[in-house]
């Protein structure tokens, strides 16, 4: 069974930091381009960061400098380390991983930031 498995979302103040992890499942993680996105209450679902099978990286201006994302191979994972948080970065944050017609989504991990 193929799946993404997020995890590390949490409750933290502004200025702190998290790492999300997602874990691919019955699947080669690096022969994906995976993606972290996320969607806030009232929002649709926007492009946080993304890593290509040759390790790109690609990141959305509002994280940019405070987000970096990585991936692995060894573990089969793909990471999002999140610093300097603020309170507009609450949001469920989903994983996604694509290679061409092959597009899986995690099931979401929440990540409020508030003091």
């Known amino acids: 069974q193929v799946q993404l498995v997020e995890s590390g979302g949490d409750l933290v103040q502004p200025g702190g930091s998290l790492r999300l992890s997602c874990t691919g499942s019955?699947?080669?993680?690096?022969?994906?381009?995976t993606g972290w996105f996320r969607q806030a209450p009232g929002n649709g679902r926007e492009l946080v960061a993304s890593?290509?099978?040759?390790?790109?990286?690609n990141y959305a201006d509002s994280v940019k400098g405070r987000f970096t994302i990585s991936r692995d191979n060894a573990e089969n994972t793909v990471y999002l380390q999140m610093n300097n948080l603020k309170p507009e970065d609450t949001a469920v944050y989903y994983c996604?991983?694509?290679?061409?017609?092959?597009?899986?989504w995690g099931q979401g991990t929440q990540v409020t930031v508030s003091s």
């Open positions: 996604r991983a694509r290679l061409s017609d092959l597009d899986y």
């Open positions: 019955g699947m080669i993680l690096s022969l994906y381009t």
């Open positions: 890593i290509t099978r040759g390790m790109s990286t």
